[in-house]
């Protein structure tokens, strides 16, 4: 069965304190992981997808690398703007378009 | 430039009551996802449709619950008899290809007194 556990399941840093999100998978024939950043009261906002192992992405202070076991968000030195959660999320073989998410990592970047 | 639209965004009914949810995806988007996340837990699959076609509706629970993607119009998630536990967030996604990136709407919040 699809799975994906996502650690820790809350963090909290200063302002600068860069860290590391993490994100684990089982799934059968994965076509794309994605990353989404998701503000209270709101919907999810697409950030990355990935698909091959070895593969990284970046934008502003967020980076995204994948192997074949796990995803990594780490974030470069974090402002406050940054606090919210993080969802990971994969597509497994079939022709459905069906994403299996993780629970998310909540963050909390204080000044 | 509107991206994916729902409507309402709080919904509030009583038990035994129905509930509509409307869903536009984003222009030129022909493939809509259901979500549904209930409060304290992830985000989980419903249903995922294209133009007048269900496509797999295996995250949907079997009795009250229905989709509809008509070739006209929005994508309708429709609960019939509410209870309370179906209180949670209902979000819809939308993609251009089965393939590609889903992009989702500010979620419908439904509220079962």
């Known amino acids: 069965e699809d799975q994906v556990t996502q650690s820790p399941e809350a963090l909290r840093l200063q302002e600068g304190e860069s860290s590391s999100l993490n994100c684990s998978y089982t799934?059968?024939?994965?076509?794309?992981l994605f990353w989404y950043r998701q503000d209270p009261g709101k919907g999810p906002e697409f950030l990355f997808t990935?698909?091959?192992a070895g593969e990284e992405k970046e934008k502003e202070r967020l980076k995204a690398t994948l192997t074949k076991k796990e995803s990594f968000l780490h974030i470069t030195a974090p402002k406050p703007e940054d606090s919210a959660t993080y969802l990971c999320?994969?597509?497994?073989?079939?022709?459905?378009?069906?994403?299996?998410f993780g629970q998310g990592t909540t963050l909390q970047v204080k000044p | 430039n509107a991206g994916v639209m729902q409507n309402p965004r709080h919904l509030v009914r009583r038990r035994g009551q129905e509930a509509r949810l409307r869903c536009s995806p984003m222009?030129?988007?022909?493939?809509v996802y259901w979500y549904r996340q209930l409060p304290e837990e992830g985000l989980k699959f419903m249903v995922y449709?294209?133009?007048?076609?269900?496509?797999?509706e295996s995250g949907m629970p079997k009795e009250r619950f229905s989709a509809e993607f008509p070739k006209e119009g929005p994508s309708i998630l429709r609960i019939q008899q509410v209870v309370r536990g179906d209180s949670a967030a209902y979000f819809c996604?939308?993609?251009?290809?089965?393939?590609?990136?889903?992009?989702f709407g500010p979620g419908t919040r439904l509220t079962v007194l």
């Open positions: 990935l698909y091959s």
């Open positions: 449709l294209q133009k007048e076609n269900i496509i797999d």
């Open positions: 999320a994969v597509r497994g073989s079939g022709n459905t378009g069906k994403l299996i």
């Open positions: 799934v059968s024939g994965l076509r794309g």
């Open positions: 996604a939308s993609s251009q290809g089965v393939t590609d990136t889903q992009y």
């Open positions: 222009k030129g988007h022909s493939h």
